[in-house]
Structure formats: structure tokens, C-alpha cells
């Protein structure tokens, strides 16, 4: 399966501190990558669509200008928490889609970056 | 917009018992349908999929069953072993791919020796 790489993949920050996150797909073009949260014992809720070349597209209640999301290239996609509080300690996931594929297209995970709050 | 249940939301069983998973999904127009394994503090790994087009589809050890009537899909694990033992996810879309997943809340299945 194609691979997508995350990084880092642990982070410990003070509160009020900015974590910026990598995204990036290692062997295809992703045009599009997908952005999750993930607490403890819990299923992956999905942030945002990243979309190379324009705007990210947030689900409802994720504010925009906390989580901020940038896809300048087909290969990378980041996303920074800023002003990080506790609340906003997570596992934060990665995804990019294999649209190359055409019909049959699949959705790939990166290795996830759980972050701390101080 | 699309609600997946899943159930159970933990499964025991024996090491080389078979388990089952289910999910059901509430958009008709839902037409992909991934599982993922998860262990802990790792990615997703996506283990099979199924689209709106086949009922059933199968990988070793591993199946998925759709009833598009029913609205619900399963996956079968047969004969299982220690290292199956995860926390299962399934998904469905409506985009026939990626865009627009939305994860059941999740299994976390446990092999016993």
C-alpha cells in the first residue's frame, strides 16, 4: 500500500505554545489529505480536508484559526495547533487517499503524532 | 449525514475461535466500505474493504459481508491468533473512496490463549 509519513511523532509542549505537525505521502500524489483526532479509547473523528493549492475545509465545531492547516505541495500537508492548551492533548492522525488509483482508491494512515499539553 | 454503529464494542474469544464484527451505516448512499486494525498507539492499517457492488469479499483469514438492503457489513476473522488482538474499525463513505469516512466507534478485539 502506498505509504504516508508523520511527523514527529511525539510532542510535549508548554500551553500556549504553536505544534506544527508534517504530513507527507512518500510514493504518489495526494491531492487531497484528511486530518483526525483521536482520544483515548476512542474512533478517529475527522478535523479537516486538506486540499493542495486552496483552502482546508473543517468539519463542524473544529475551529479554523486553532488548527491550522497548510497543503502548499502534492506531497506535504501540515497542520499546526496554536496557542495549545491541555484540552487540546491528542493523538492527531494523518490520511491521504490514493485517488491515482481511480475507483479503486484507499485511504492511508500516518503513524499519528500525540501530543501533550502542558 | 452518515452514522456507523459498531458492535461490540469489545469481543473475548478464544485463540482459534472465529470472531464477528458488525456495523450498520444509516446513508443508502453509502458505497465503500473499509476495516481498519489499529494497535495501540500505531496507525491504522487498512486490513480489507468491500465496495456497494460485491456482497461479499474475502482475504485468508479475513471477510467482509455487505447487505445493502440491510444496511449493514461485517467482518469475519477465522481461526484467530495472538496477534490479531486490536482495536477493529469500519468506516463507510459515500465517495466511493476516502473523501467522507466515517469511523464506527470501534472494537477492541482480544484473542485468548
Known amino acids: 500500500g502506498a505509504v504516508v509519513s508523520q511527523h514527529p511523532s511525539r510532542v510535549i509542549c508548554k500551553s500556549g505554545t504553536s505544534v506544527k505537525i508534517e504530513c507527507r505521502s512518500l510514493d504518489f500524489q495526494a491531492t487531497t489529505m484528511f486530518w483526525y483526532r483521536q482520544f483515548p479509547k476512542q474512533s478517529l473523528m475527522l478535523m479537516a480536508t486538506s486540499n493542495e493549492g486552496s483552502k482546508a475545509t473543517y468539519e463542524q465545531g473544529v475551529e479554523k484559526d486553532k488548527f491550522l492547516i497548510n497543503h502548499a505541495s502534492l506531497t506535504l500537508s501540515t497542520l499546526t495547533v496554536t496557542s495549545a492548551h491541555p484540552e487540546d492533548s491528542s493523538f492527531y492522525i494523518c490520511?491521504?487517499?490514493?485517488?491515482?488509483?481511480?475507483?479503486?482508491?484507499?485511504?492511508?494512515f500516518g503513524s499519528g503524532t500525540q501530543l501533550s499539553v502542558l | 449525514g452518515e452514522n456507523v454503529e459498531q458492535h461490540p464494542s469489545t469481543l473475548s474469544v478464544q485463540e482459534g475461535d472465529s470472531a464477528v464484527i458488525k456495523c450498520t451505516y444509516s446513508?443508502?448512499?453509502?458505497?465503500?466500505f473499509p476495516w481498519y486494525k489499529q494497535e495501540l498507539g500505531k496507525r491504522p492499517q487498512l486490513i480489507i474493504d468491500?465496495?456497494?457492488?460485491?456482497g461479499e469479499k474475502k482475504d485468508q483469514r479475513i471477510a467482509v459481508t455487505l447487505n445493502k438492503t440491510a444496511k449493514h457489513f461485517s467482518l469475519h476473522i477465522t481461526e484467530t491468533q495472538p496477534e490479531d488482538s486490536a482495536v477493529y474499525f469500519c468506516?463507510?463513505?459515500?465517495?466511493?473512496?476516502?473523501?467522507?469516512?466515517?469511523f464506527g466507534k470501534g472494537t477492541h478485539l482480544i484473542i485468548q490463549p
Open positions: 446513508d443508502s448512499a453509502s458505497n465503500y
Open positions: 468491500i465496495r456497494s457492488n460485491v
Open positions: 490520511s491521504a487517499s490514493s485517488r491515482q488509483d481511480g475507483p479503486n482508491e484507499k485511504l492511508f
Open positions: 468506516a463507510a463513505s459515500s465517495g466511493g473512496g476516502a473523501d467522507g469516512l466515517t
